[in-house]
T-cell receptor, first 111, second 112 residues
Framework: EAQVTQNPRYLITVTGKKLTVTCSQNMNHEYMSWYRQDPGLGLRQIYYSMNVEVTDKGDVPEGYKVSRKEKRNFPLILESPSPNQTSLYFC??????????FGPGTRLTVL | AQTVTQSQPEMSVQEAETVTLSCTYDTSESDYYLFWYKQPPSRQMILVIRQEAYKQQNATENRFSVNFQKAAKSFSLKISDSQLGDAAMYFCAYPLAQKLVFGQGTRLTINP
């Protein structure tokens, strides 16, 4: 089954404790992206990757890191999480310019 | 700026009736895709339907269809025979280079 998976689905952590949200897709898509969704602000892009070892900032990259060492994986790293990073996070993948397929979302709470 | 606008924050419809959600967009491209996504209470983002701008024929997926008016830059979603499972937030979206630009969303309620 073609899908995008994210883990964990739910995470409660404390300020400053490094965490990684994993993302994996099995559709051989070159393009992958991370979004965060907040009430009243909609979905905003954090980082994206056009292929292995090619990543770039989206609209709200501050406080986040990403890496793309393999085509299928695109982890999101919060090295020192803060409460303003409490949000719902989505990973997505696609062919260029086409519809994006989204993971199930990760609900992160930073205390 | 290239934007997507959904002017109806909330809509409601009786079960089995038809409802239309509106979307307008602004782009300077001549060839592009447009999408409708559904976000149910589970928060999963689910692709409902896609439209290719160079195709004049409106896309249809079972009970979901679009009314695509390229000149007017309008892309509305029609849901026929509404079902309780259709209750969700609906987002119109347009791919702008490396990202999707989303509208603000329309919350659809289905009344039994």
């Amino acid at each position: 089954e073609a899908q995008v998976t994210q883990n964990p689905r739910y995470l409660i952590t404390v300020t400053g404790k490094k965490l990684t949200v994993t993302c994996s897709q099995n559709m051989n898509h070159e393009y992958m992206s991370w979004y965060r969704q907040d009430p009243g602000l909609g979905l905003r892009q954090i980082y994206y990757s056009m292929n292995v070892e090619v990543t770039d900032k989206g609209d709200v990259p501050e406080g986040y890191k990403v890496s793309r060492k393999e085509k299928r994986n695109f982890p999101l790293i919060l090295e020192s999480p803060s409460p303003n990073q409490t949000s719902l996070y989505f990973c997505a993948s696609s062919l260029w310019g086409r519809e994006q397929f989204f993971g199930p979302g990760t609900r992160l709470t930073v205390l | 700026a290239q934007t997507v606008t959904q002017s109806q924050p909330e809509m409601s419809v009786q079960e089995a009736e038809t409802v239309t959600l509106s979307c307008t967009y602004d782009t300077s491209e001549s060839d592009y895709y447009l999408f409708w996504y559904k976000q149910p209470p589970s928060r999963q983002m689910i692709l409902v339907i896609r439209q290719e701008a160079y195709k004049q024929q409106n896309a249809t997926e079972n009970r979901f269809s679009v009314n695509f008016q390229k000149a007017a830059k309008s892309f509305s979603l029609k849901i026929s025979d509404s079902q309780l499972g259709d209750a969700a937030m609906y987002f119109c979206a347009y791919p702008l280079a490396q990202k999707l630009v989303f509208g603000q969303g329309t919350r659809l309620t289905i009344n039994p």
